[in-house]
Structures are given as structure tokens and as C-alpha cells.
DNA sequence: TACAGATCTTA
DNA sequence: GTAAGATCTGTAC
């Protein structure tokens, strides 16, 4: 190397982490191997070895490394045990790529650095030194802050997402002082993701502040006396040589020995074969087709490389797949789950330490506290809970546990500012931002690729941001996460406060103390401004400490890749179907009122005049008291509680016995219901586009299943002729068609493929009709002019073997002797014997476990199941066997969902998805597009189990069109 | 005002 | 027999 030449040095294991963290989740096409990772790595070094070959630049590398990290110990551990111990583990999904961006690497031909006992940072440092001695230029291709104590003459960082050189100048724009002076800085300030200590209370503004007053550490450290701040002054006193050995640790080694020399990382054109089949063999089309372009190799000519992910895959720092007796420092992902429940335990929660924001230079300083911890919890403080109708009242943020702030945007009232007098406002004492402004300052964090976003109940934030023009992202849910690993019938909910009790041991202020309950309730906009810091900032900071322990159990446990892939990516799907709404008719809804009021009345006028008095018809209790007591009728049970049972089974017994009244209460029942539950509440629901919004609950099932409130679409009547015709009330906007798609027999299906039972895999194979088939093989009568009833039999089996069948609930459905049903479950276990042994699995699996899986890897839990009561544990037992089929088709439509907008953007479509009912998707398709749309929503349907997942039966979409939800069902 | 129970709607 | 949510009543506070 000599005078003239620039050498590249790309920060590599800063970069894998990047990659991953910014781009959505990826996996190879085949065999579904994540390479989510390898695919951003190779587009931003293709994309810096196209720049960087553009001689015209004037920055053209002539040499060219990347370095990476090597899982050991360094000599910073010798100093200090705790150094990177609170790193957590890689994501379980992005281990097996550290192999392959090795092989990347190397298939760019460019020299690959790792060195024992060494940190990449070292290497970095010890190249650049090298280089700046040979008289070269050096670019450092990261924006790590511990590497921007190199630059100086002759060397810069190249953050290449950002597009942003630094040199010295930008260096102190950001931290206050010149490049020479980082070392001290990072020493007082420390890092908390190095666990490196440095000293409490003191953040880079101040380290910067006392760095000018004293030039260097060693002479503030010597002169900390003459500190005027007391606290400060004590807190440098008390902490002399943990900033001594705070320096030590983030001072990089420039005189690390090398294998490889400087002047062997000579760049030279990369051989295009070698690349392009590589490229291929990680099925990156894209990417393949641009670089063959460009380095003139045809693509077809070249056979994908063999590439083993296995052999080269230890990680970089902390691999927690790393042999036991390892000198590794890296704590395995359980080890660091544990510490963090202890440590969340043993830290409180101070209230007082709140900030309130009220002028944009102190929220300015709050966003790039966020940019020094890569981590910003964020919640907002609106007018409603419906996040559709939610007006920003202020927002919350936490960027380390226990450093929480609220913004008030739109208080009103005493405190807000507005009452104040002009002069306390201008002071600030009341000021507060104004909305605009906010949002501008916040969008760039909120979606910046570096930053990560923690909420809990994201979609709720992310609704209410995306009606602000903010898709927020990327983002972590804790919500999610506690969903992911403790689904579970028995245990409560995944609500924040919940969490924080049960994990914190701390009780945030809930809502209704700070706002006041029932007619006293105030608006939080009304709320003094201090009282809602305390309680907004809390919840950001409880959400940041939740984070903290939860986010390694997902490692911990195993459950990262159904939270990257089922969960997480669902949100902003679900946000815009909310966001979208469906549109209905406001004339057939009460046009149906109308009638059903009318039929109500006549009916009720008829109980009344059979009954001999008036009484309430819709009190359980006054009409068990006419029906049993006053009139006699035979039948008379009791629930639990003592009162007469009149359920529409019972009822329906004494109709069919010949009694009138009884037949006239279940008309009733049925028109009120329709009445009270859907033709008067609809409307209530529509917004000024006559459409409804329906919020999705993402965790509130236990097994994987969504779930619809405010209102509920997933109950709208379907079965009766009555109820149907509410379902007319559901319509496309004008010059659209609803589109509405279910999967056939999904659950069944599942079940042939996962108790392995030939006849009904077959039959599904041959697309004929199952439940006959099963009649079929349980009876011996041939499917051929089978009567419905015998059908009709096996179809309830069916049904009752996907529920965990009983004796009792079979003879109930089918109103036959217990018996009777008990002899039909014997033979259809004699019949297909799979299935028992499919039961029996599922039971033990769940008893020793304490859970069950769907075939995508998602857990439901069930405790209650080694409970020494029969009944209790029956009740489980049946939950347990229902969960993996029921969970599985949950996550196969859940997958449909995620890559449904995708496909129909690749396509041109313009479809929107509107709706999901558990086996049914509903979409608004404009007029011309719905033959093109179909086939697209039938392939996303029906191929969505794939690659993760090979069913050995197919899975049947049907799709109609129609201008309303009725019709196209 | 808040909550539990009964009932009924869906997949 | 599985999984949900809404409405209404009646009661406890």
C-alpha cells in the first residue's frame, strides 16, 4: 500500500445484525431456510462494490475487507467479567446465516477477517493504522460509535444506509467532542449494551460539557473536586477507577497481530461465476439477475453453488449454541431470561424521575438518547379507545429502564398551558408542543431501520400513527411476545398491567385512578399534565422493562420464528383492514329493525296472552317461574345456580311435546337477538362512509385463533333465513363486488394429515365428499344414494373427533341415548385407528409437557391438565386435542394474510382484504379485476402452509364475488 | 356502577 | 365435545 491508495473496511458483524433487523423476514423458497439476513448483506456489499468500482466516485477502494467478529473471549474479559455479558443472543433465525454470509463473502472474492480472542473493532483499528502509516486512505464502512475514535487524518466511517460520511466535524456534531476525545467520552458515559460501566448519572451531553472544561479524562478524574454540581461531583469521586477501567475496555487495540497482510487485501474484479451461482444456490432472483448483468456472466449457464450453512456457523460474539466449558463469556438465552426476571425484580419503578417534554429542544435530546440505546418504548395517550376514532392527546417514551418522558400534545384545561398566563407559557412552564411538530421531530425515529419501537398492543399505536402518515417500524410488541409463550386457558390475560405484576412485581397506576370512574370520569385531556407524565411514562417505561424479559425468553424458549412470522407481521395487516372497514347499508338494517320490531311484538302479545300475565320474557328467571312454576310444564331442570334452565334446547323438547308457548318464547328469542345484537347495533358502528370498523384481537385466544369486537363480525347469522338476510346488509363500495374466500374442511384436513389416516387422506386426495366417506366406512352403506341422515350422523362425528369428542356432548348433538353414541365412537375408532392413537399422543405429549404445538411451532398451555379432578382434567384433555388442529388452521389463514397484500401488489391487483371470519376471507375487489383476483387469493389460500409445512392433503378454496356479503358467502 | 350468569351468534 | 363476543338481567356494592 502506498501514498494514493484507499483501503475499505466494512464492519461485518455490525453489518449482519442490520441486515436482519431492517428487512423483513425471508427464507429461501425451497426449503424455507431463513436468509433474510444473507440477502441484505449481499445487497448493500454488492451495492458498495458497484459504487465503489464507479471510478468516476474518486473514492474507489483499492483495497477491500470485511471483518468480522469471532466468538471467544478477549482481553477486555480478562478486565472486566461483566464486559457484553447483558448482550443477547443472536436470533435463533439469524444464526444459521452467519455461516452463510461468510460463504457470501467469499463469493465476492473479497478477503473474509476473523481473528481468536479478537474483536472485529480491534482489526478495524489495527488495518487502519497500517494503512494511514503506508500513507493510504481508510473508510470504515459502519456507524458504530465505538470506531469513531480512528477517524482523524485521512480516515472517515461510512454509514451506507444512511448515505452519511463522517469525518471529525460530523463526529462532534454528534458527541460534542473531536474524534481524540471519544475514548474519554464512551469511558464516562460507558455503554449499557457492552455492559460497559462508565459513571452513573453522567450521559454524553455532560461527558461532553466536562471533557471541554478539563480536555481529559485523567485531568477531570484528578479534578473532579472542583465540580460544582454535587451529585455529579460525587458520582465522578465514587467512581475514579471504574472510568479508568471504562477506557481500558473501549479503547480499541490498533497492534493486534494479523494473518492476513494489509497488502493482501488488494482488491481485483470479482470472479462472476463464482458469485452468480452462489447467488442462485440462495435463490436471490433479484440480486442474481442485476449482478450477472453487470459483471457480463448469463445466469443460466451458471449451476447454483453447493452451499453447507452448517459447517462455518459458529456466530460471532456470544453464540449460545457454543459447548458447555467454552471460554465464551455469552450467557445462553436462558441464563440471560432468568437474570432479567431477577434484575426487573430488584429495580424499582420511581415515578418521580418522569420528565414532561414541553419544548422541541427537549424532545430533541429524548430522540437521540433513543439513537444512543437503539430502543424506544413509545406509547400514546388518546381520546378513545377505538383507535379509529383516537385523538392524540400526548405520547410517552422510555429509552433505557427507569428514563421515561411524556409529551403532552393536546391537554386542555387548568395546567395545559392555554390558562396560563402569557408569560408562564413563554417560559414554558405550560407550554406544549404543537402536534405538528411533534410528529415531525418523531417520524424519523419511529421509522428508522436502527431503532427498534416497543409498544405493547402495537396495532392500537400503529393505527393511530398510520392515521398520522406513520407506519411505525421496525417494532416489537410485548403483548405479542407474552401471547407467544404463555398462551394458555388458565392463565390471565397478556393486558400490561397483568404483565407487569406477574413479571415486574409492580402495579403501574391504572386508568381508571388516574382518570376518575363512572360520571365522575374525567378526559385524560383534562387530566393535570404532572399526573399523566406519572402515568403515561410509566406505562412506556413498564412496557421498556417488560421487554426486557420477556423478548430473551422467545430465544429462550424457541418461539422466535412464531412470533417473527405469525404474530408481528400481522399487525399492520390487521391495522389496515381496520383501518379500511367494511361498508354497509344503513336502509336494509333498519328496514329489518322494523320488522323484526314487529314480529317481536306480535309474539310477545301472544306469550303474554298464553302466560295469563305480562312478565319480562327476557329475564331467564321470570320466565322459568311461569313456565315451570305457575304453568307446570314438565322437563323443569335447574342450572348450577338454582334457577329453572330455559335454554332453546329445552324449549324446542316442550314445543316438540305440542306445547305452544314454549315455540313462540324461541321465535322471540331469535327475533330479539337478531334485533338487539345486529340490525339496531350495526348502525351504531358506521362512521360518515357508512363503513365499520371492527377491531381484531391478535392475543386473546388460546389457540392461535383471532378474535373480532366492536363490533364482532365474526358472528354475523348465517344459519337461518332471518339471520342470512342481515348478511345483505354487508356491501361493496360502488363499482366493487365483496369477494368472500374459505377454506373447505380445513380443520379435518388437518386432522387426516396429522393422525396420518389413510381413507381420509385419500378421500381428500380424490376431492370427494368426506363425510359421506366416513358413513361410508363406519356403516358399510355405500356413498352412492346414501340417505342425509346416515351422513348427517357422520358429519356430527366428524365434528365431535376435531372437538375431542364425548359420549355426552355426541348423544346431546345427535339426541340420541348416551349409549348409542358411545357404540358410534367405539366403531369410528375401530375404523380409523389413527385417530385414537392421535388422541392419546396429543394427551401424553400435553401431560408431560404442559403444553400442546400446531405443526407451525405455536404452544398452548394447559396445566389445568394434571389436575386430580376427572372432570376438570376430561375438560382439558379435549381442549388439548382440539388446540393443534384448531391453532394449526389458525396459523395457516394467519400466513394467507401476511403474504396476501404482496401478492395481489405483484399482480396489479387492487383488491383489500377486509375481513377474516377464522376460515374465510373477505376483500373488495373493483368490478373488472375480480376474475384476475381470484385465482391470486385461491393460490395465496391454498399454497399457505408452504414451504414450512408439506400437507400430504390439499387444501380446497372456495371464492365467490357478489355486491354483497350474503351472496358472495 | 360493576360484574357474573344465561343465552345465542359464529367457525 | 373446541374456540370466541354481545346483550340482557339481576344482584352486589
Redesign the pocket.
Same mark, same amino acid.
Given at each position: 500500500m502506498q501514498k494514493g491508495d484507499h483501503l475499505f473496511l466494512v464492519d461485518g458483524s455490525a453489518y449482519i445484525f442490520r441486515a436482519y433487523h431492517a428487512l423483513p423476514p425471508l427464507t429461501r423458497k425451497s426449503d424455507g431456510m431463513p436468509v433474510g439476513a444473507v440477502s441484505g448483506f449481499c445487497n448493500m456489499l454488492w451495492k458498495l462494490v458497484e459504487e465503489s468500482r464507479d471510478t468516476s466516485v474518486g473514492v474507489a477502494p483499492t483495497h477491500f475487507a470485511v471483518i468480522f467478529d469471532h466468538s471467544s473471549t478477549t482481553f477486555r474479559n480478562a478486565l472486566y467479567d461483566g464486559y457484553k455479558a447483558n448482550r443477547p443472543a443472536p436470533p435463533e433465525d439469524l444464526r444459521p446465516q452467519f455461516g452463510l454470509i461468510r460463504e457470501a463473502v467469499r463469493a465476492f472474492d473479497l478477503p473474509c477477517i476473523e481473528k481468536e480472542g479478537f474483536e472485529a473493532d480491534d482489526l478495524i483499528a489495527t488495518y487502519a493504522r497500517l494503512a494511514r502509516e503506508a500513507g493510504g486512505d481508510v473508510t470504515i464502512v459502519s456507524s458504530d460509535k465505538d470506531l469513531m475514535q480512528l477517524v482523524g487524518p485521512g480516515v472517515i466511517l461510512y454509514d451506507q444506509m444512511k448515505d452519511k460520511r463522517l469525518g471529525p466535524e460530523e463526529v462532534r456534531e454528534k458527541f460534542g467532542v473531536y474524534p481524540e476525545k471519544m475514548i474519554d467520552l464512551q469511558a464516562l458515559v460507558g455503554d449499557s449494551s457492552d455492559n460497559v460501566p462508565g459513571i452513573p448519572g453522567i450521559g454524553p451531553k455532560t461527558a461532553a460539557d466536562l471533557l471541554e472544561t478539563f480536555g481529559t479524562l485523567e485531568a477531570l478524574l484528578e479534578r473532579a473536586d472542583e465540580i460544582k454540581q454535587a451529585k455529579r461531583r460525587e458520582s465522578i469521586l465514587a467512581n475514579v477507577d471504574q472510568a479508568r477501567l471504562s477506557k481500558r475496555l473501549v479503547t480499541l487495540d490498533q497492534h493486534t497481530p494479523l494473518d492476513v497482510p494489509l497488502d493482501d487485501l488488494f482488491i481485483h474484479e470479482p470472479d462472476g461465476e463464482k458469485l452468480v451461482a452462489f447467488l442462485k444456490a440462495m435463490e436471490f432472483t433479484t440480486l442474481t439477475r442485476r449482478v450477472a448483468a453487470k459483471l457480463g456472466t448469463d445466469a443460466a449457464d451458471v449451476a447454483p453453488a453447493k452451499v453447507d450453512a452448517k459447517a462455518p456457523a459458529r456466530g460471532p460474539d456470544l453464540d449460545p449454541a457454543a459447548p458447555a466449558g467454552d471460554t465464551q463469556l455469552a450467557m445462553s438465552p436462558k441464563a440471560l431470561a432468568a437474570e432479567r426476571l431477577a434484575q426487573a425484580a430488584s429495580q424499582p419503578v420511581d415515578r418521580s424521575a418522569y420528565v414532561t417534554i414541553r419544548d422541541e429542544a427537549t424532545l430533541e435530546r429524548w430522540i437521540a438518547r433513543a439513537y444512543e440505546t437503539g430502543i424506544l418504548a413509545f406509547d400514546t395517550e388518546t381520546t378513545s379507545l377505538d383507535a379509529m376514532k383516537a385523538d392524540l392527546v400526548g405520547l410517552s417514551v422510555a429509552v433505557s429502564p427507569g428514563e421515561a418522558a411524556y409529551v403532552p400534545i393536546a391537554h386542555v384545561g387548568e395546567g395545559a398551558g392555554d390558562l396560563l398566563s402569557g408569560d408562564e407559557a413563554k417560559e414554558g412552564v405550560g407550554a406544549q408542543i404543537p402536534l405538528g411538530r411533534v410528529l415531525d421531530l418523531l417520524k424519523p425515529v419511529l421509522t428508522d431501520p436502527a431503532i427498534l419501537k416497543v409498544g405493547q398492543n402495537v396495532k392500537y399505536d400503529y393505527l393511530v400513527m398510520l392515521r398520522h402518515g406513520i407506519a411505525l417500524q421496525p417494532f416489537d410488541d410485548t403483548m405479542l411476545i407474552s401471547y407467544v409463550l404463555d398462551a394458555s386457558?388458565s392463565l390471565e390475560g397478556h393486558g400490561m398491567d397483568e404483565l407487569s405484576e406477574r413479571l415486574l412485581g409492580h402495579k403501574p397506576i391504572s386508568y +381508571?385512578e388516574l382518570v376518575g370512574?363512572?360520571?365522575a370520569a374525567k378526559a385524560i385531556a383534562a387530566c393535570p399534565i404532572d399526573k399523566v407524565t406519572e402515568y403515561a411514562a410509566e406505562d412506556a417505561d413498564v412496557t421498556l422493562r417488560l421487554w426486557r424479559v420477556l423478548k430473551p425468553r422467545l430465544a429462550a424458549e424457541g418461539m422466535i420464528s412464531v412470533y417473527e412470522r405469525l404474530e408481528r407481521p400481522l399487525v399492520p395487516v390487521l391495522a389496515r383492514m381496520e383501518e379500511r372497514g367494511i361498508r354497509a347499508d344503513r336502509q336494509i338494517l333498519s328496514r329489518l329493525s322494523g320488522r323484526f320490531a314487529l314480529k317481536a311484538a306480535g309474539l310477545e302479545a301472544d306469550i303474554h296472552i298464553l302466560a295469563g300475565e305480562p312478565f319480562?320474557i327476557?329475564? $331467564?328467571?321470570?320466565l322459568g317461574e311461569i313456565l315451570f312454576g305457575k304453568l307446570g310444564l314438565p322437563g323443569g331442570k335447574k342450572?348450577?345456580?338454582g334457577?329453572w334452565?330455559?335454554? %332453546?334446547?329445552l324449549?324446542e323438547d316442550l314445543a316438540a311435546q305440542g306445547h305452544d308457548l314454549p315455540r313462540r318464547i324461541?321465535d322471540w +328469542?331469535?327475533i330479539?337477538?337478531?334485533k338487539?345484537?345486529y340490525t339496531? %347495533?350495526l348502525p351504531v358502528y358506521m362512521d360518515e362512509a357508512d363503513r365499520i370498523h371492527t377491531s381484531y384481537?391478535l392475543a386473546?385466544?388460546?389457540?392461535g +385463533?383471532l378474535?373480532?369486537?366492536? $363490533?364482532?363480525l365474526?358472528?354475523? $347469522?348465517? +344459519?337461518?333465513q332471518e339471520?342470512r338476510e342481515i348478511r345483505t346488509a354487508f356491501v361493496a363500495a360502488g363499482g366493487h363486488k365483496l369477494l368472500s374466500a374459505?377454506y373447505s374442511q380445513i380443520e379435518l384436513r388437518l386432522l387426516a394429515h396429522m393422525a396420518e389416516i389413510p381413507q381420509l387422506v385419500e378421500a381428500f386426495q380424490a376431492g370427494q365428499d368426506i363425510h359421506a366417506t366416513t358413513a361410508s366406512e363406519m356403516f358399510g352403506v355405500p356413498v352412492e344414494g346414501m340417505p342425509a341422515d346416515v351422513r348427517r350422523r357422520a358429519k356430527?362425528?366428524n365434528?365431535?373427533?376435531?372437538? &375431542?369428542?364425548?359420549a355426552? &356432548?355426541?348423544a346431546?348433538?345427535?339426541a340420541i341415548p348416551q349409549g348409542e353414541a358411545a357404540s358410534y365412537i367405539k366403531r369410528y375408532f375401530e375404523r380409523f385407528p389413527g385417530i385414537r392413537d392421535f388422541m392419546d399422543r396429543t394427551k401424553s405429549f400435553a401431560k408431560e409437557t404442559g403444553y400442546v404445538e400446531t405443526l407451525f411451532g405455536r404452544r398452548a398451555h394447559y396445566p389445568d391438565i394434571r389436575s386430580s379432578n376427572p372432570q376438570v382434567r376430561a375438560?382439558v384433555e379435549?381442549?388439548a386435542i382440539? %388446540?393443534p388442529i384448531?391453532g394449526t388452521a389458525a396459523d395457516i389463514i394467519r400466513r394467507a394474510m401476511i403474504r396476501m397484500e404482496d401478492a395481489l401488489r405483484a399482480e396489479r391487483l387492487s383488491a383489500r382484504m377486509l375481513l377474516q371470519?377464522?376460515?374465510?376471507l373477505v376483500f373488495e375487489v373493483p368490478d373488472e379485476e375480480i376474475e384476475a383476483t381470484i385465482p391470486v387469493v385461491k393460490r395465496v389460500m391454498e399454497g399457505a402452509a408452504d414451504p414450512v409445512v408439506e400437507l400430504v392433503v390439499p387444501l380446497v378454496v372456495d371464492a365467490r364475488a357478489a355486491g354483497n356479503w350474503d351472496e358472495a358467502?
Open positions: 386457558s +381508571r370512574t363512572g360520571k319480562n327476557g329475564s $331467564p328467571k321470570q342450572t348450577k345456580t334457577q334452565a330455559t335454554d %332453546a334446547k324449549l324461541v +328469542r331469535q330479539t337477538k337478531l338487539g345484537t339496531d %347495533a384481537s386473546s385466544t388460546t389457540t +385463533r378474535s373480532s369486537s366492536e $363490533p364482532n365474526q358472528n354475523i $347469522p348465517v +344459519r337461518t339471520g374459505d356430527a362425528i365434528f365431535g373427533i376435531v372437538y &375431542g369428542i364425548s355426552f &356432548g355426541l346431546a348433538q345427535l375438560a379435549r381442549a382440539n %388446540a384448531q371470519v377464522h376460515d374465510e358467502h
